[in-house]
């Protein structure tokens, strides 16, 4: 860059340091992003393995103890002992509905119930279930316990149920379901196109994972895998939980796309801010380097930048003062004076890059500060002016964008107070006023005058109603009337927006608190707005009601709790309540 003019210079190191900021911020963006997605899939998981274990647990201990009732029963051993085979069949299946109940005599002989491998049932244990295939449909799980007529062996009874996928879905239902029993695949809780898809090296792989396998496709579909080892004796039964990932994702790819939106637009205006900031700081240092050539040839009249307070301005009026020397004894000076003008130049270029280097650390509000500078410094008549006006309005409309995406995960508790909702109207309309009847619009206030106060954060809250009528001048571009009210309500306070405007579309209603979708023209909406103050909402435990009849108007009912957001801001209120108090009374 050395020989490289100031404007260029100027201009490299403002857009260099611009990409070194925006495109690693959003990189650990989107990266935060697409992580979130598989963590909250992680725990998803976490909590279906322990419902489902759980359950399986639970109904282990039910089915023995369903065995162990029906083989103490004294009628049972009875009939059994009596030969009455019919009586011992009725009283195992007394109060079955969906379960299996079991008879094997004392030789091994299934006399009711699935027939299942002998080896099978002699292995049965008392108190846990098995698990086993029987000669047809789907592998039962049972528990049997032993029948005896004082010590004579009189056979086995026992209560079981089929074991399939659909049964451990009803287990938890966040999650698909694939059961494995042994190697073999019993059934899934998928479409058919995604269960055509499965393979049984990749199943059998799933099955000896011992963490989370983040990414698996069946039929276009995304799912994060975990597999659960199921209790029990004989066959090893494995159920693979699949938590669908795929809708996650492709609102993360969304998020992504602005974000990378975002930083284009973001990079972009920086390299035309840079070029209209090393304009405006390389016109003075041009005059005076003009100024040098014309003194050079002998004119001493060139016309210098106006004398300001900076370092600029400092330059100018040495330079205006060496000027004059120079004028007075050019011929004995003429080399100190060459010498003395390099020196300067370079000690000003090297302040100035020190400080632009500084400067630009945070690239939205420093340049901000940066030209709001210029404005006040700069020549009020020159036609270059427009530039920087532009810059302005749409660095604000960038910091304005950025600012509100971030505002869902900000907490509030943290900033609250206790808030006179009533005077955070009147604020917003005093505000708002001027705007919304320049455009026709019939302004109306009804403030509860008995309305409690809440614990709050106010420039929250301030942000929410601000937008709301915002949105509802925007609405009446015709003129109409605006009515905003509260009212207490329960153990809750409510504020009410309320237009005559061209209402919403019954088709928008579901996604007007969506980010990025909007029914305003681009150049006037980005679909933030409504999204933010959900959030901003939401996180005061609150909620926002939205009535509206297209050609008629809407209505918007912001609820807000009485209860304080957190217990330590409570007892703050109310320790300065009992301070107040004492004082008055002393």
């Not at 089915?63 to 009586?87: I, M, P, S, T």
């Not at 449909?137 to 056979?155: H, I, K, S, W, Y």
Request: glycine share 8%; proline share 4%.
């Amino acid at each position: 860059m050395r020989g490289l003019p100031l404007r260029a210079k100027i201009f490299f190191l403002f857009a260099a340091t611009s990409l070194l900021i925006v495109v690693p911020a959003l990189l650990l963006i989107a990266r935060a992003v697409e992580r979130g997605v598989y963590e909250r899939a992680r725990d998803d998981l976490d909590g279906a393995m322990l419902s489902v274990q759980q359950a399986w647990d639970t109904h282990d201990l039910l089915l023995a103890e369903a065995a162990r009732a029906r083989a103490f029963d004294v009628d049972l051993a009875r009939a059994w002992q009596a030969g009455n085979v019919r009586k011992v069949q009725r009283i195992i299946q007394q109060g079955l509905e969906k379960d299996v109940a079991f008879i094997v005599d004392s030789t091994g002989r299934f006399i009711l119930g699935p027939e299942v491998d002998a080896g099978v049932v002699a292995g049965a244990g008392q108190g846990r279930t098995t698990i086993a295939f029987p000669a047809k449909g789907d592998p039962v799980r049972f528990a049997l316990e032993e029948v005896r007529a004082d010590t004579v062996l009189l056979g086995r009874v026992g209560v079981g149920t089929r074991v399939s996928a659909a049964s451990l879905k009803k287990l938890n239902r966040t999650t698909e379901v694939v059961l494995l029993v042994g190697d073999s695949l019993i059934g899934t809780t998928l479409s058919d196109t995604a269960e055509a898809a499965l393979s049984r090296t990749e199943l059998l792989a799933l099955k000896g994972s011992a963490a989370p396998v983040p990414r698996q496709i069946y039929a276009g579909q995304a799912y994060m895998a975990r597999p659960l080892n199921l209790a029990s004796r004989g066959l090893p039964a494995t159920a693979i939980l699949l938590r669908p990932i795929t809708q996650e994702l492709q609102v993360a790819s969304a998020i992504k796309s602005s974000l990378w939106g975002i930083g284009f637009a973001a990079l972009v205006l920086a390299l035309v801010l840079a070029a209209v900031i090393a304009r405006i700081v390389a016109r003075p240092t041009q005059a005076l380097a003009e100024a040098s050539a014309r003194m050079a040839r002998g004119d001493f009249a060139a016309p210098l930048p106006r004398a300001g307070t900076d370092e600029i301005g400092q330059l100018a009026r040495a330079f205006g003062e060496m000027r004059r020397a120079i004028a007075d004894r050019e011929g004995r000076l003429r080399s100190a004076q060459a010498e003395m003008i390099h020196r300067e130049k370079l000690a000003a270029m090297g302040r100035l890059v020190a400080q632009l280097s500084h400067e630009i650390n945070n690239p939205i509000y420093n340049i901000q500060n940066c030209l709001e500078a210029l404005e006040r410094r700069g020549d009020p008549n020159d036609p270059n002016r427009e530039f920087l006006t532009l810059a302005q309005e749409e660095l604000s409309r960038m910091a304005s964008l950025t600012r509100r995406l971030l505002d869902q995960s900000r907490p509030q508790s943290d900033a609250s107070s206790l808030l006179n909702l009533n005077a955070l109207v009147t604020r917003v309309l005093t505000l708002a006023g001027p705007e919304i009847k320049a455009r026709g619009v019939e302004l109306r206030a009804e403030l509860a005058p008995d309305l409690p106060n809440v614990v709050a954060h106010p420039e929250a809250i301030q942000q929410v109603l601000a937008n709301l009528v915002a949105n509802a001048s925007d609405a009446m571009p015709g003129g109409g009337r605006l009515r905003v009210s509260t009212r207490a309500v329960d153990e809750a306070v409510e504020v009410v927006v309320e237009d005559t405007g061209q209402g919403i579309a019954e088709r928008d209603l579901p996604h007007i608190f969506e980010a990025f979708y909007t029914t305003k023209p681009a150049v006037t909406g980005i679909g933030l707005g409504l999204f933010v103050s959900e959030g901003i909402i939401r996180g005061h435990r609150g909620r926002i009601d939205v009535e509206s009849t297209p050609g008629q108007g809407s209505r918007f009912i912001v609820r807000l709790p009485r209860e304080t957001l957190d217990e330590s801001l409570s007892d703050a209120h109310q320790d300065a309540a009992a301070e107040a108090r004492e004082t008055a009374g002393v």
